[in-house]
């Protein structure tokens, strides 16, 4: 399955710009950019209140390969403003759980492939 809908851009309070791809809603969000270094939990991640109107910068190359499971958000909404990853996986393991696209598409969120791999998470300061 594929994702790719149009071109986007994260664009930083310094100027710094990164190209990807859409893969869920369309538009611009505005928001703080953080980073989560997780390896699991994506859907908890993209409920969690403490991530409101944020924009999450995924660092673990592969994200959405088990789906989204149905009682395992920490809220019952999506929370977090847009999503930034590198691989988002187009299946899941679970038979009937939607995949995180369609969560983050439902949920009128951004959600963006991103190729500058490890470059959007070096802070400006050190660069």
């Given amino acids: 399955m594929d994702y790719v809908r149009s071109r986007a851009t994260l664009v930083l309070e310094d100027g710094a710009a990164f190209e990807g791809w859409t893969f869920a809603g369309e538009g611009e ?54 999503a930034g990853l590198t691989v988002l996986c187009g299946h899941n393991l679970f038979k009937l759980a939607p995949v995180l696209g369609e969560a983050l598409a439902d949920a009128v969120s951004a959600g963006a492939r991103r190729p500058w791999k490890r470059a959007g998470a070096t802070p400006p300061r050190a660069r």
């Fill in 29 to 82: 969000v505005a928001g703080e950019v953080v980073f989560t270094t997780s390896m699991v939990g994506y859907q908890e991640t993209i409920t969690d209140p403490s991530y409101r109107g944020q924009i999450l910068l995924f660092t673990y190359p592969l994200i959405g390969n088990y789906g989204v499971i149905p009682g395992d958000d920490e809220d019952a909404y999506v929370l977090a403003r847009g």
